[in-house]
């Protein structure tokens, strides 16, 4: 019973998710990746997502009753029935997705409801859940483009408290525990069915959980070597593949930023590397985007806080018309420089965020925001709020001492405080008993 989803190409991410959490991946006890994923996951139980594929138009009774059945089927299901919140909480975001193509009748939304009612009375301690689900119906019941993919927010590589989150190094047992579970996921049923359209926001959380640490040469050169055992096995998504391996070998913490080339609000070109020198914070960002808004009082408090340092704000604008980010940077007062990327979709209304910046580099999820060194190395990535403002800070100190050192000949401890400065040796010079120091740089009493 394998099927063919339809593509998630235009569904985007916008800082809010579904949000079920999922416990997949190893979860600690030491299984293999994939084997605690849900079983409404692990098996097929609803008819091909490509049935539903009407181009906008409507969707007939025939194909809606095998929708309904399938859904009856696997929410009465032994499987459901051992872990309903967590087995019927995928179940019915399958059934809302397949919504999202055709144009559903008022009378088909209705028995819907009719159904949640029923399930609402036999399951009432899952209300919670249910009535969450419910509320997503109205918006999916209308014709859309496209349909997310299975895993739109299924957070299946386990507990991000189990993976370095502020820029620490990743351990190799967390790398390889990372690439069993993508592997584990991207042979999920639905998923190898249609692996290029299925897999890209598997990948992208994939690359998301890479950026929050530190990966070493040998931990790359394993995840170069699966994405080539992957490319010999998926030939025809052989371009597909080589998108994400670029987002995972050049945009991770300790790699170069690739350069960024583009003509900024006022129709000047300007480039990333112009900004060498300085530690850069890069935000993706655009007004229809509400998290996106959410910063700008932090960046606002940036450009006051560095307003002296060699630090510099830049913004990628995904706004469809150019007039709206101009309007927002003077009523925000956010003076700083920023590339106007929604010129290459004339036709887009409000949202232009697949522009060819943000293609590529892969930005899926808005804001998304990286900061920079001196250097041009990426230091974090989706740092936000007060945490942003750290990062810039921590740079900056990690700068001025480097500059330091360099000037002085000294070295810092790791295990210090900053202000204790290992001197190199100098030839012993005879100290008389006034001049006599402790080991602290006091002078005895």
């Not at 249910?130 to 496209?146: G, K, M, N």
């Not at 590589?157 to 069993?180: C, I, K």
């Not at 965020?353 to 925001?369: F, K």
């Amino acid at each position: 019973m394998m099927r063919q989803p339809l593509a998630l190409a235009g569904v985007g991410v916008v800082g809010i998710g579904i949000g079920f959490l999922l416990s997949g991946g190893l979860g600690g006890s030491g299984e293999a990746p994939g084997a605690d994923f849900p079983m409404a996951i692990q098996q097929a139980w609803f008819p091909p997502v490509s049935d539903y594929d009407t181009g906008g138009g409507p969707l007939d009774d025939e194909r809606f009753d095998g929708l309904m059945s399938a859904l009856d089927e696997a929410l009465t299901a032994k499987e459901t029935l051992a872990d309903f919140e967590r087995e019927a909480d995928i179940h019915l975001w399958s059934l809302t997705r397949r919504l999202a193509v055709p144009e559903v009748s008022q009378a088909q939304l209705e028995r819907i409801q009719s159904y949640l009612d029923d399930l609402v009375a036999r399951h009432p301690e899952h209300s919670e859940m249910i009535e969450y689900r419910r509320t997503f119906l109205p918006s999916y019941a209308t014709s859309r483009p496209s349909v997310p993919g299975l895993t739109f927010d299924l957070q299946l590589f386990g507990d991000a408290d189990s993976y370095p989150n502020r820029g620490e190094p990743f351990t190799d047992g967390q790398v390889d525990r990372l690439l069993g579970t993508l592997d584990a996921i991207i042979n999920l049923p639905e998923i190898a069915a249609d692996f290029e359209e299925e897999a890209a926001s598997t990948f992208w959380r994939f690359g998301g959980r890479l950026q929050r640490g530190q990966v070493s040469e040998d931990q790359g050169a394993r995840i170069s070597a699966y994405f080539d055992r992957l490319t010999e096995e998926h030939p025809g998504a052989a371009d597909f593949l080589a998108r994400q391996r670029f987002l995972v070998e050049n945009l991770t913490p300790g790699m170069v930023a690739p350069n960024i080339v583009g003509t900024d609000t006022e129709g000047v070109e300007f480039a990333l590397e112009d900004y060498r020198g300085k530690v850069v914070a890069l935000i993706f960002s655009g007004q229809w985007c509400g998290p996106c808004r959410g910063e700008y009082p932090y960046q606002r408090a940036m450009l006051d806080i560095f307003d002296e340092d060699e630090v510099a704000l830049l913004g990628v604008n995904s706004d469809a018309r150019l007039e709206t980010i101009q309007q927002a940077k003077e009523d925000e007062g956010l003076d700083y420089r920023t590339w106007w990327d929604g010129h290459s979709q004339p036709d887009a209304e409000t949202v232009a965020a697949e522009g060819p910046i943000a293609t590529e580099w892969g930005v899926r999820g808005w804001p998304t925001i990286y900061v920079i060194d001196d250097k041009g190395v990426i230091r974090f990535v989706n740092k936000r709020g007060g945490a942003l403002i750290d990062a810039v800070d921590q740079l900056l100190s990690d700068q001025r001492m480097r500059e330091y050192q360099e000037r002085t000949g000294t070295t810092v401890s790791p295990n210090r405080p900053v202000r204790a400065l290992i001197v190199p040796a100098q030839p012993a010079q005879p100290v008389s008993e006034e001049g006599k120091q402790d080991g602290n740089g006091n002078r005895p009493d």
